[in-house]
Structures are given as structure tokens and as C-alpha cells.
């Protein structure tokens, strides 16, 4: 018999109770032995709780007890969780966990800290998902070209929302709020942090890079409206806030932004609150993973498949799934200025003769061509949104064209940009 | 080092040697070890071949090899494949196949006589995309409630060709024979039994199903015509030739058949030779799996991948990821006469007074109502062609009433039926 330890028995983990007690039968089936979670650990030990074992609200409980097998930590934040999950690899006990932000900051010392036990981090990415697996072992043949994901519910719901109804950004929020799709402090998803961190997890096991968020490119959805919304229809692409992975020579690139991707791409079809990750390798093409990727009971799903895979024995392999360097020179994080691709600007301006060559001139100066084109003007006729594409630039040049064009007298605010994935 | 020999080096196995040598880096960090390909067994040594590797035409150079670890299983066939396959375990060897049609008979007497060993089989089902390893451990927490595939890239290209450009069956066939989609002989392909074999693989990982070909519904997609295509489009169908398997009470039903599926299913948008699979578990929801099914670098990525987690050593669990029964209750195979679904029927009639009443009767004799219905005229006005689709109904229901439709002097043929999956 496996005995288990849970550290946080919130959503995910009363659901991983729930799955373990009612799926006994058939978990017992693939695993081949019994599993079983002995004992809880939560902070406020008089909330009322609808699960069925014994809880305690001191973690040393389940790091002591010499009879359990494995630890889920599910207590959430960084350090206070590392921590923990460092005594219980210490006390040579296998762990499991759906920690995302803490697997952002410390996977490689985690990866380091485990000597022989397994550690189960399925559930950090994209819920129920298992793209974890098929990453690390699925498609381990490969060297991966790119890594391409919607892996925030709340952005896709949103985005999906404001492309098929056309409402604006703050009606929306507020809706999502309501469904409870969307915290009421929104910032770490809509913000573009959530899915950052699961992106810098993938990474990992494809690249072997070892970035933090702080590295790497991250944008929300913020500035998002519906006039974007309105381009990206007239010119057949969905809107989506994309983690994106690309190894081009011996460079990766990370980077979390929303995007305009073709309409009749796959990844381009999932929409509300599902996620879906297409992974291109040089030898099988393009693969693509879609489901749940939140909710008690998809994350829990995949806590529990670690939980058996350790059962199974499987999982002698290192965690992120390799034990040497993964190519051949060292890879190395891009810079973000070195970002090549197409790009979506959008600028009010005032109404009158000159703006368009001003404008065009600055482009020109940083190397930038248009692509398509259209304007609109304003009710009042003061004012015009001159919409456009570019051809591929590079990010420092467009960055800096904005800057420029910013500035100008005769526009209104700071020209709004999505970067093109095609 | 881990020692592998090939029995058969055509498309697949030269793929995997390649990949073997070109990826050695990545795949040697990935498996802890390196992986070195000794040996090819062929039939016909005098072929003229682009590949590297020493060569045989003696199968026992490879199973008499004490030093060969793995035995990579791509000669085809069924029985001849069974015996070398069992002759390579009982040396106690690994085994890494990607022979579907073996499978479909022999997977339960291969995983008895797998004692420690691993048997890999990723690429016998849907090419490049690691539905085995999401099937028999990502989701290994969940009872599986139902599959519904895309599995069969040849008929996919044929029907995504007809519902876009509105061709026909013949002329499409025509088209992919040359493309090289399609085999001479296609009735492999295009009758279902290639996506059937695959379904059984897949059923027995999640039911733990023993059924062979001959005991499962199969119909290919001979009969799809243009104005079946009109229909579909007119109500928001797309038409897949779609393996299903599903959990009903204690039943699981098995079927490989033409379906209209609603074209905003994810599924529905999985075209052209790709492949697809939803997976529905009870805890998790759906997730959804797609790539390339077919060719031979994707299918060589599959195999690679088997390879690596041998390496790795993470497949000492058995074979199939069960090892007692998986429910509470022996499942059992569902007859295909209790398939309860919607039915589209296509019945070409004589126009004259009183056909429309007599076809009711019949229907309405088989507890068959009708959901929505078409009439076209034909050019010269003497015959009609009826469209229209069921509410849920029994299999041995619609099959009889067609029979009975069937035999009526005012019909020009036997009425064409295709299921309706939502």
C-alpha cells in the first residue's frame, strides 16, 4: 500500500481525496497496489470541510510520519513550498505538486534536491492536461522547434468573449468576475504571470533553460479593445494570449503575449476557458494538446496520474527528463529585442494633412514596412484610429518606432501593438 | 549503451535509424544513455537503401544477438510478427512495435508473455501523437467514459476534400492514390479496419477490452456522397469516419463508422490527413490529442520515444497499465444492435403520392421519429431524394426499418444511413 500526504487540501486537494477514495477500484487496477491518503495538513484546522480523513494544521505531521510514501504539496507560493518539499525529499519521500510559481523559481534546485525519488509536477501546466509527459517523454525524440500555448482560462475566456460578441475588455472582466473565471485581483492572469510560469516549466523540459520570470517578455491583455478586435477579424486571425517557446539556431526565445494567430490554425480554435498546446519537433511536426486547464477535478486528475506513476515505479528518469546537457553547444535565453516577427499597431491620431508620411517616415527609419492597412475615422471627425500590420521587424525597432511615433504632437496616446504568430 | 536491432527497414525503420544517429544528442541527455542501432533485418539484402546500419536477411541474427537490448518490431503482418515478437521476449529482450494489425489480435497473449520486459507500442496508434502514454498514464486517474477518434489520415484527407471543394468520392480517390494517400488497394483504409485496430488497441488500455476486428462495428466511407455532404453542411455537421468507444453502464461500445459530428467540436476541425482523439474521463472532462497520424518520421518519433523510456527505465509497469480487472465489474462488449444514437438517412424515392406516409409508418413501426428533414427534387422531376436525421434510436431499429424502406416498390436503392455523434 502507497500511503499519501496532502500540505493544502483546498479545491485540488479535497478533489485529489475525492478521486482517490471513488476511482479506488480502477486506480488500484493501473497502479497495481492500494493508494491511499492518510492525512491532511491545512492552516485553519475549524474551517468546515467536506473530506473524509484526518487533518492537521502542522506540516511536520506528514514530514515525521516515516509511513508516507508521498507528499502533494498543494499550500501554494514560493519559498514557504520549496521549503517544504525539500525536508520531505530529505526524509527520501516521493513528491507531487501543482505549484506552478514555485516550479518557476526553483525546478532546477528541486531537480538537484531529488537524488533517486520521483517528483510529479503534471498538474503545474495547463490543468488536466498531460502535456508534461508528452513533452518529457512522448515526443523525446525530438528536438522541439517551438512550444506554442493558451494556457490561461481566464485570458482565453475573455479574448473568445470580446471576439465573438464583440463586448469591451472592462464588461467582460466584470462578467468573468462574477463566474468566478477571474479573481477579484485579476492582475496575475490577465497580467500574462500565470502563464509565464507555466510556459518557463516547458521550457525547461524542452531547452533545458533555466530563466525566471523576470527574464523573459511578458505582456497581458490589458490594452486589448474592439477595434483590435475588429482587425483581427477583417483579416481572418482570432486573438489569443500566447506562450511561445521557439529555438531558432542556438537561441530560445520565451515570451508571453497576446497575439493575432490564423483563424484556421488549430491552436487558433480553442477558445473560453480550455487550453490547448501545440508542440512542433523536427521529426514528428506539429502536435497539439487541448483540455482542461483548471478546476478541481481536471488538476486533481493529473496529481493523481503522478501519484500512480510513482506507484508504477516509472518515474526513475530525472524530473525535467534529462541528465546531460540538451544540445549540442550550450542554448542560451534570447533577448527579447531580438524578437523577428510580424506585428499588429494600432494609433489614434488627430485628422489632419501630414500625419501618414510623419508616420511612415519614422517606420522607414527603424526598418519597418506596412503589410495591410486600413483606417477609421472618429465620430467627431477630429480624430482617426489608423490601423495596420507590418511585415516581420525586429521587437527593439518596432519598440522603439512606437516610442518615437508616440511622442508626435499629433497623436492621442501611445500607439497600442500585438505581435503577429503565423 | 543500449544495443537495438530492426526487423524491417522500410519507411518507419529507416526513419528510426535516422533519427537515431541525427538526434543522438538530445536523445542520449534525454535517456541517461546512449542508444546505438547494430542491426536491420530485411528480406531482400540486394534493395538498393540510403541507411547506415549493418544489414541482414536472417531475423535470428537479431533474436540470437545477446547483446541487442531492444527489438524493434516493424516487419508487419500478424502472426509471422507474433512469433518473432514472442521469440524476443522469451530471449528477454525488450520490444518496441508499431504492428497495429498484431496487436489487434495478440496484445493480451503479448502482455502475458512480456513477464519483466517492456513491449512499447506509441506508434501503433495515430502515428507521431503519444495518445498511448496520455491514455495509459496521463489520464490513468480517470475512468475513461468515451474515445471518439480521428484515426485514419487517408479517409480524413477524402471526406475534408469533400466537404470543402465538393468532389466526389471517386475523383477524390483518384486524387490521393496519386498524392500517395491512399494504397492501390485502398479498402484497407477506406472500409475502416485500419482505424478499427487502432481502436482496439486503445479500448483495451482503457476498458480492458479483449475484442477482436471481427467482433466490433465497422464501415468505411465507400457510400459518402455530395448530397450527404449538402446535408451536413446545411445543419452544421461535419462528416468524420470516427472510432468510438464508450462506457454505458457496464457495457463499452466499440464502432468504427462515417459520423456528422457538429463542426464546432474540436474534433470536427481536425482535417486533411491529420489525426485526432478526444478522450471524455470522469474527472478530468474532455482533452483532445492531434498531429500527424501517419509517415515516416512521425511514426519513427513514436518508436524513438518507446526506446528512450526503456532506456530510461520507466516501463516496468505492464504492458496495457492495468493489472486487475479495471472496473468494480467485469465490463463487457456492448452489442452493436444497442448502439442508441441519432441517425442521417438518404432514401432516393419515386415521386408519387403517399411514398412520404409509408416511409412514416415504417419508421414510426421501429420507435424512429424524425428530427429534420430535406426533399430534393431530381432534374427530371420523376424521382426525389429524402434527407433527414433521427432522434436517438436503436441500431437494430434504424437497421430494420431500412431494410423495410428498402424492399418498397417506390425505392430506387437500399437508403444510405450515417451516424450522428454529438
Not at 51 to 74: A, F, G, M
Not at 227 to 244: H, M, N, P, R, V
Not at 342 to 360: A, H, N
Request: charged residues 25%; contains cysteine.
Amino acid at each position: 500500500m502507497i500511503k499519501v500526504g496532502i500540505i493544502g487540501v483546498g479545491t485540488v486537494g479535497s478533489s485529489v481525496v475525492k478521486i482517490l477514495k471513488e476511482n479506488r477500484d480502477i486506480i488500484t487496477a493501473r497502479a497495481g497496489k492500494q493508494i491511499t491518503p492518510i492525512l491532511g495538513v491545512v492552516k485553519n484546522l475549524d474551517k468546515n470541510r467536506s473530506i473524509n480523513i484526518p487533518l492537521s494544521d502542522d506540516v511536520d505531521d506528514i514530514l515525521n510520519d516515516e509511513s508516507i510514501d508521498i507528499v502533494v504539496e498543494l499550500m501554494g507560493g514560493i519559498d514557504d513550498a520549496f521549503e517544504v518539499v525539500k525536508k520531505a525529499l530529505a526524509k527520501g519521500k516521493a513528491v507531487v505538486t501543482a505549484n506552478k510559481a514555485m516550479l518557476a523559481y526553483h525546478r532546477y534546485e528541486l531537480q538537484q534536491s531529488a537524488k533517486r525519488q520521483p517528483i510529479g509536477f503534471e498538474a503545474s501546466v495547463a490543468g488536466g492536461i498531460p502535456i508534461i509527459k508528452a513533452l518529457r517523454e512522448g515526443l523525446s525524440a525530438n528536438h522541439i522547434e517551438s512550444i506554442k500555448g493558451i494556457m490561461n482560462g481566464t485570458c482565453n475566456y475573455m479574448l473568445t468573449k470580446m471576439m465573438n460578441e464583440g463586448v469591451e475588455f472592462d464588461e467582460i472582466l466584470k462578467e468573468a468576475q462574477e463566474l468566478g473565471y477571474a479573481e477579484a485581483d485579476p492582475s496575475f492572469d490577465i497580467g500574462g504571470f500565470d502563464a509565464a510560469h507555466k510556459l518557463l516549466i516547458l521550457a525547461s523540459i524542452a531547452y533545458g533553460i533555466d530563466a525566471k520570470p523576470e527574464d523573459i517578455l511578458i505582456e497581458g491583455i490589458e490594452n486589448i479593445n474592439s477595434e483590435d478586435i475588429f482587425f483581427a477579424k477583417e483579416f481572418g486571425y482570432s486573438i489569443k494570449l500566447l506562450t511561445i517557446a521557439k529555438k531558432i539556431g542556438n537561441s530560445v526565445e520565451l515570451r508571453v503575449h497576446p497575439a493575432l494567430i490564423n483563424s484556421n490554425e488549430m491552436i487558433a480554435k480553442v477558445d473560453g476557458v480550455m487550453n490547448g498546446v501545440s508542440v512542433v519537433g523536427d521529426r514528428v511536426g506539429e502536435t497539439m494538446y487541448y483540455g482542461p486547464g483548471a478546476g478541481g477535478d481536471a488538476t486533481a486528475s493529473a496529481v493523481v496520474a503522478d501519484i500512480i506513476d510513482i506507484a508504477r515505479n516509472d518515474n526513475s528518469s530525472p524530473m525535467l527528463g534529462f541528465k546531460k546537457i540538451l544540445e549540442n553547444d550550450m542554448l542560451k535565453l534570447k533577448n527579447s529585442d531580438e524578437i523577428f516577427t510580424k506585428y499588429y499597431v494600432r494609433i489614434e491620431v488627430k485628422d489632419k494633412i501630414g500625419v501618414l508620411s510623419q508616420i511612415s517616415n519614422i517606420l522607414g527609419e527603424n526598418n519597418i514596412s506596412i503589410n495591410s492597412f486600413l483606417q477609421k475615422q472618429s465620430v467627431d471627425d477630429k480624430f482617426a484610429t489608423l490601423l495596420f500590420s507590418t511585415h516581420q521587424c525586429f521587437e527593439k525597432d518596432i519598440q522603439n518606432a512606437i516610442k518615437k511615433i508616440g511622442v508626435c504632437e499629433f497623436v492621442k496616446q501611445l500607439p497600442a501593438m500585438i505581435r503577429i504568430e503565423e
